[in-house]
């Protein structure tokens, strides 16, 4: 185990000057956070801005058809989402303020109430990594608790996009997502310069404990990347190649997500 604690013990002193002292009456929505297979960590991806209703109607029965956890789909498709899945237990996940998290607060606050509304079970929102990488750490407050606050008791992870960001600010997001409410932190879009690392998870881990859950998501190809990243601490994976990773045909190929 990695010794965490200078950069947890800096992630603390930078939240609390921007905040104060934690509240210890924080709620969160309690998520799914473990299962007996793979299968049930894992949620089915298709963020792509090329896919067509079929793409998602077919995420969808793969997703019911293998036990996965959820389907992780863009706010357009929740409601096909939704539908497709009613008889289900697989969940939907929506992603908002994707891929940058650069959008207005209340604009992602709004799309995040329109998803709730639509269908949608969980929220992966990303982070504002500008407002982080900026020293806004009470903007990067508000604009996760904006989204808890919008989700109305559903699940919201926060996809910090660790790529972008150094240990410190790792940590500091960690932070935040816990005071906010958040039921999870993510690592990645799976859309920017890298994806999910053993070591990022460890870090996560490390500084939620057992009150979140963590995700890994982003370049997550095989069975043995999934695996590698549940054993430094994931509660759930993030995937589109997710029938091949369950299988333990997946070749490396795939759009990384």
């Known amino acids: 185990m990695s010794d965490?604690?200078?950069?947890?013990?800096?992630?603390?002193?930078?939240?609390e000057q921007a905040l104060g002292p934690a509240a210890?009456?924080?709620?969160?929505?309690?998520?799914?956070?473990?299962?007996?297979?793979?299968?049930?960590?894992i949620d089915h991806?298709?963020?792509?801005?090329?896919?067509?209703?079929?793409a998602?109607?077919?995420l969808c029965a793969e997703a019911a058809d293998n036990g996965f956890a959820s389907v992780c789909v863009n706010t357009r498709w929740v409601p096909l989402a939704a539908e497709s899945l009613r008889n289900s237990d697989a969940m939907v996940c929506t992603v908002v303020g994707f891929p940058l998290g650069?959008?207005?607060?209340?604009?992602?606050?709004?799309?995040?109430?329109?998803?709730?509304?639509?269908?949608a079970d969980e929220i992966d929102m990303v982070l504002?990594?500008?407002?982080?990488?900026?020293?806004?750490?009470?903007?990067?407050?508000?604009?996760?608790?904006?989204?808890?606050?919008?989700?109305?008791?559903?699940?919201?992870?926060?996809?910090?996009?660790?790529?972008?960001?150094?240990?410190?600010?790792?940590?500091?997001?960690?932070?935040?997502?816990?005071?906010a409410g958040a039921a999870y932190v993510k690592t990645s879009t799976g859309m920017s310069t890298g994806g999910a690392t053993a070591a990022d998870i460890e870090l996560m881990r490390t500084v939620v404990g057992d009150a979140l859950g963590v995700k890994a998501s982003g370049g997550i190809r095989t069975r043995e990347d999934a695996e590698t990243m549940i054993a430094a601490g994931a509660d759930r994976v993030?995937?589109?190649?997710?029938v091949a990773i369950v299988a333990g045909t997946a070749s490396g190929d795939g759009d990384g997500y």
């Not at 650069?102 to 269908?119: D, L, N, S």
């Not at 407002?131 to 904006?146: C, K, Q, R």
């Not at 993030?238 to 997710?242: E, F, L, Q, R, Y």
């Open 4 to 15: 965490f604690s200078e950069i947890i013990s800096a992630a603390n002193a930078a939240v």
């Open 24 to 41: 210890n009456d924080v709620t969160r929505a309690q998520a799914k956070r473990d299962s007996d297979d793979l299968a049930g960590r």
């Open 45 to 54: 991806t298709l963020l792509k801005a090329d896919a067509t209703q079929v």
């Open 56 to 58: 998602v109607e077919q």
């Open 102 to 119: 650069a959008m207005a607060r209340r604009a992602k606050a709004a799309e995040t109430a329109i998803a709730v509304e639509e269908g």
């Open 128 to 179: 504002d990594v500008g407002g982080m990488l900026s020293g806004d750490l009470a903007g990067v407050y508000e604009d996760i608790l904006g989204v808890v606050d919008a989700a109305a008791g559903r699940p919201v992870k926060v996809i910090l996009e660790t790529c972008l960001l150094n240990d410190v600010q790792k940590a500091a997001a960690c932070l935040l997502s816990d005071r």
């Open 238 to 242: 993030g995937a589109s190649a997710s």
